[in-house]
């Protein structure tokens, strides 16, 4: 087609007052390539015209999306546009070279004899779209908040509640619209409140004040309440917005503040306040009067257990019948406190010595073992107390309840169910132990844990079934030290998560080498303890590395974990969710010295566990009691019942062997067949197994 001077002519005009627009024009083919684009197009791409529409290297529009979404959105919309005519739709355009924006497109389908073309119209909304989003947020946050929010016109007519209100005054929306805020109206304010009101917010300020409203139950609540006035572009008064917070509890806490601060809410004893106030008083009247004055810090031995088995309300209950046995026993002059949890302590007056706080707590020591009535159960409780005594074990009352909580830890490493009194060594103690703990962290950093595996043999083959991965520390200084004395460190500083994984990575590296190397595999068995085991990325690190032993090909075997029976005293629900996922990555599960925690068959057949080890006091004591012998047969009849193995920790004694050989015990382990070995040793002694 040729264009004569008049049709060029009209062709510039065109031309400039497209480009003229304040809105982006182009037009595309039905491939949905560039065949035109004004300059606003242009500037928002960060392409030319002439880059955009050169022959045979088109660019299609779907390219100036980086966001495949919007890419797909332009799409849909344009093939519906050939399909069935012009439409509208919202966008984000977010071109390689451009500037993102929102954008509003409109197309419309032109057919040529050359085929279809659309010819579309891009209008910036990024304002528009900003506006929408803050009004949205705006509304969100009213629908939201916990505070009710009511807006009312210039004659105080409800037009807008939020849900707070309905949650707050049990009034429904459609139960207020259209009436005023006097729905809520409680009687207890006079005229001349609701006059200052309306004064203040007629004359466009803020009114607060905290108003007693009623609920449509009757109730009365308290509302700390803002008023504002909104007001017009000309600046009138229109409407009032009103906040309010429901503080009901907040004024009935202020109203209790006084008891709250020196009393504790569960038992009703002083509070921790309290007690140390009272003992700064005591130990000023020693000082002027002579005497001495001793604290007793008292701590319920395993009360999470029983917390965790028998439910909360128990514990609470069992704390507040505890407390009233410590209130009948102690003196008119002395102060019994909780001091939070299960711990209690006791201040004790003008005392003549250390002998009579020895004897004080002797004496409740002895009331408190007394069984307990919680509901249907029957409760037997011990006690740990520590006992400082001024001024020999401390000059100020901060020294004072140190020494006493140094020594209340003392009595529970001691075996719990007893009294310790403060002496100097038990500070030097406590410096050894931090010392300890400093020391096993630089231990995980330089590699100083080895690792040693005890075999676990069959009591009828006598062949090796499997080891037992255990911990020891090659010290730089002291040389191999005994597990127990670093292990209860590395469990109570929470050092254990990372030296158990640790362990897992050893046993796992050595559990391959030995599958890679022996006639038939080896089974290796891991310790989890209570702390690993309640790790939330517990069970992601045994799958990835249960996983790269499937990739290595010595899946088969990893592997058997033993665990306390405390594990079980914990949340039942997430451990059988644990123990689930554990069994179901192929991993046995075995009770670690089963009999001396919280054993119960009950357990035993909700957990699903593999096997049971009698631990080793029981296997010790067989040969000299009687009836460690009857519990031992029937430890071994019980789990055979539920189908378990039955391994003996221990086994010292061929006399040991028998006993439980007749017993019908399944597997053992003990120095009688061999100490502990490292891995080269271990190895030796897999080997001969597999050659016999």
């Excluded at 990024?126 to 009004?135: A, V």
């Excluded at 010290?475 to 929470?494: K, Y």
């Excluded at 071994?636 to 189908?643: F, K």
Aim: proline share 3%; with cysteine; charged share 25%.
């Amino acid at each position: 087609m040729r264009i004569t001077g008049h049709d060029g002519f009209y062709l510039e005009i065109l031309r400039a007052y497209v480009d003229s627009a304040n809105d982006a024009i182009f037009v595309l083919c039905d491939e949905l390539k560039f065949l035109f684009c004004n300059h606003v197009m242009e500037q928002w791409l960060g392409e030319s015209e002439s880059d955009l529409t050169r022959h045979k290297q088109r660019v299609p529009i779907t390219a100036c999306f980086r966001d495949s979404a919007g890419a797909e959105r332009f799409l849909y919309h344009f093939v519906r546009v050939l399909h069935e005519g012009p439409g509208r739709f919202e966008c984000f355009l977010d071109p390689p070279r451009g500037t993102s924006r929102w954008v509003e497109f409109s197309l419309n389908k032109v057919d040529l004899e050359a085929g279809q073309i659309v010819i579309g119209v891009a209008r910036d909304i990024t304002s528009t779209q900003q506006d929408r989003e803050n009004l949205f947020k705006l509304s969100s946050a009213i629908e939201q908040t916990a505070d009710s929010v009511v807006i009312t016109d210039l004659n105080g007519t409800i037009e807008y509640v939020n849900p707070a209100f309905e949650r707050t005054t049990g009034f429904s929306r459609e139960e207020v619209l259209g009436k005023t805020p006097g729905v809520v109206k409680s009687g207890k304010h006079d005229g001349a409140f609701y006059k200052t009101l309306w004064n203040t917010i007629l004359r466009g300020e803020v009114f607060r004040a905290v108003i007693v409203n009623r609920r449509k139950n009757g109730s009365l609540y308290y509302e700390e309440k803002t008023i504002t006035p909104l007001r017009n572009a000309e600046g009138r008064i229109t409407h009032f917005v009103s906040t309010g917070k429901d503080v009901t509890e907040r004024m009935k806490y202020q109203e209790r503040l006084d008891h709250l601060a020196y009393r504790d809410a569960l038992t009703g004893l002083h509070n921790r306040n309290l007690f140390h106030d009272r003992l700064g008083l005591a130990l000023e009247r020693s000082r002027r009067q002579g005497g001495q004055t001793g604290v007793l810090l008292l701590n319920i031995d395993n009360f999470n257990s029983i917390n965790n088995s028998l439910g909360h309300d128990a514990g609470d209950q069992l704390l507040r019948a505890v407390a009233a046995r410590l209130r009948a026993r102690i003196r008119m002059e002395d102060t019994v406190a909780r001091m939070g949890g299960d711990e209690f302590a006791v201040l004790l007056e003008e005392i003549g010595s250390a002998d009579d706080a020895v004897l004080a707590a002797q004496k409740l020591i002895e009331d408190l073992s007394k069984p307990f009535i919680v509901g249907e159960h029957e409760i037997f409780v011990s006690i740990s107390v520590g006992i400082s005594v001024w001024p020999a074990d401390g000059d100020d009352a901060d020294t004072l309840w140190k020494n006493a909580d140094t020594a209340m830890h003392r009595a529970k490493e001691q075996g719990r169910n007893t009294y310790q009194l403060y002496s100097a060594d038990m500070t030097a103690r406590i410096r050894e132990h931090l010392m300890l703990r400093t020391q096993l962290i630089r231990a995980l950093e330089r590699n100083e844990f080895r690792m040693h595996y005890q075999p676990i043999v069959d009591l009828r083959s006598g062949r090796i079934v499997s080891v037992e991965a255990l911990l020891r520390w090659q010290h730089p200084d002291r040389g191999v030290i005994a597990p127990g004395e670093f292990m209860p460190v590395l469990e109570e500083s929470g050092l254990m998560v990372p030296a158990g994984e640790w362990i897992l990575r050893e046993a796992c590296g050595q559990l391959q080498r030995w599958n890679g190397m022996l006639q038939e595999p080896v089974r290796v068995a891991v310790n989890i303890s209570g702390r690993q085991f309640a790790d939330p990325g517990f069970l992601e690190k045994i799958g990835c590395m249960n996983c790269a032993l499937k990739r290595r090909g010595a899946c088969h075997g990893i592997t058997e974990f033993e665990i306390t029976e405390s594990v079980f005293m914990n949340s039942e629900s997430t451990t059988i969710d644990v123990l689930k996922v554990l069994r179901e990555n192929g991993i046995r599960l075995s009770i670690d010295d089963f009999g001396t925690g919280y054993s119960s068959l009950a357990y035993l057949a909700r957990f699903h566990v593999d096997a049971v080890k009698i631990d080793r006091v029981f296997v010790r004591d067989m040969e000299s009691s009687a009836d460690v012998a009857v519990l031992v047969e029937a430890i071994i009849a019980m789990a055979h019942a539920l189908n378990l193995t039955v391994v003996a920790e221990g086994v010292e004694t061929a006399r040991q062997l028998e006993q439980l050989r007749g017993l019908g015990c399944d597997l053992m382990q003990g120095y009688l067949f061999s100490r502990p070995l490292p891995a080269d040793e271990m190895t030796g002694m897999l080997k001969r197994r597999g050659s016999k």
